[in-house]
């Protein structure tokens, strides 16, 4: 037998992302927007394909793009790094700042690609742990940053990561704890990743504790909220003096010329995407408020979406299967570390909803038999 070339050892004992991509009337597991781009998106996106110099390169800092997003958060262009997903940034952030040899800080659980993409990179994942209500207690800050203990242990980290609203929990970080983490991030050394994938839907922006010396970022996408998640687009706001260093790293021409024409084309499109955030989360209320009255547990959500917990016989694969069966897609968390039971729900439109919230009542009345 010819020997084939074997990937790197920790790769190979890594599990790539899973996320079943199942064709059913409702989904709702991937907290994408239910909704299409506006009206007259398309048609500036098809005017804009005939504008592109597709014999040349893209413009490399894609200035404009910077500029109009910059203007959405009130800084400069010199203050934000673009790339193909919020991912693709967090991967350049964790290049440039993570790798063999240092320690990357996450509170589980949170969104896996922050410990994933860490290990990617050659850093040792030092995992803090949320309590029951997936809250975060001072005392486990405090051995994370400094340097973790037991399994997880190792340098003091050079990144820390905080998802708000949290990634799979729906939970906002409180500010004053995000306060507390930024100071003794500061005090260490070292970079607060702020992943705010959701931050449109939340009460508060870690925006707000920026500065030019702190070294606290920001990172965004259009996947979410801004009806694109096709485009593959995601940005992160932060000090002139990081998105330096992230440009160094990143692919040169990383962001082709018709992402950063869709970009610039779905800024002006600003209120519309407003007025969806709005109407989404008036119908999280109502599905929180329906859920309340079943028997599942319902954590409380600033996102696009609900974890919640079934105490059914089966567990959670059950009630998962049970939906799918009614034509619904949820996701799946219940094998996941810490999220026995739990399944996530996005917020869909309100058909959607109530097509969700009549399965599950069926899906409920049909196990406890
Ligand atoms: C979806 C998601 C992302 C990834 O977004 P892309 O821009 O589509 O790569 C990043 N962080 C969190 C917490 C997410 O849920």
């Known amino acids: ?55 040349r390169y893209p413009d490399r800092a894609a200035t404009e793009l910077r500029r109009r997003i910059g203007e959405l958060h009130d800084v400069g262009p010199d203050q934000v790094f673009v790339a193909n997903g919020s991912n693709e940034v967090l991967q350049t952030v964790l290049l440039t700042y993570a790798g ?6 996450t509170f589980e659980p949170t969104y896996a690609l922050h410990a994933h993409i860490a290990r990617l990179s050659g850093a040792t994942v030092i995992q803090g742990e ?24 190792g340098p003091a980290p050079s990144v820390v990561f905080l998802c708000s609203p949290n990634n799979p ?12 983490v930024l100071a003794r991030v500061r005090a260490a050394g070292a970079l607060l990743v702020m992943d705010e994938a959701y931050g449109q839907f939340a009460s508060w922006s870690a925006q707000e504790l920026m500065g030019p010396d702190e070294p606290l970022v920001v990172t965004r996408t259009f996947s979410k909220t801004w009806s694109m998640a096709a485009a593959r687009l995601g940005y992160l706001i932060g000090p002139g003096w990081v998105i330096d260093e992230l440009e160094k790293v990143v692919l040169p021409y990383h962001l082709d010329a018709l992402k950063q024409a869709a970009g610039i084309i779905a800024l002006d499109f600003t209120g519309d995407m407003e007025a969806r955030v709005a109407a989404i989360v008036t119908e999280r209320q109502r ?10 547990r319902v954590w409380p959500s600033g996102a696009n979406f609900v974890l919640l917990r079934a105490e059914v016989p089966g567990g959670g694969g059950a009630l998962w299967n049970a939906l799918l069966q009614r034509g619904v897609l949820v996701r799946n968390c219940s094998s996941w570390p810490r999220l026995d039971g739990c399944l996530r729900l996005t917020v869909g439109t309100p058909a959607e909803n109530d097509a969700f919230l009549d399965a599950l009542r069926a899906a409920l009345a049909e196990l406890a038999r």
């Open 169 to 180: 929990t729906g939970c906002e970080e409180p500010r004053p704890l995000v306060e507390a």
């Open 1 to 55: 037998m010819i020997p084939r070339v074997a990937p790197r050892d920790d790769v190979a004992l890594m599990d790539g992302y899973h996320s079943p991509q199942v064709d059913v009337p409702v989904r709702l597991n991937t907290n994408e927007s239910p909704y299409p781009p506006p009206e007259g998106f398309g048609s500036r996106l098809a005017a804009a394909v005939g504008q592109v110099a597709w014999h």
């Open 130 to 153: 949320r309590d029951g209500d997936f809250a975060l207690s001072q005392e486990e800050i405090d051995r994370v940053l400094a340097g973790g203990s037991g399994e997880t242990s």
């Open 100 to 105: 063999a040899g240092r320690s990357v800080a």
């Open 287 to 296: 599905v929180v408020a329906a859920l309340d009255e079943l028997a599942v």
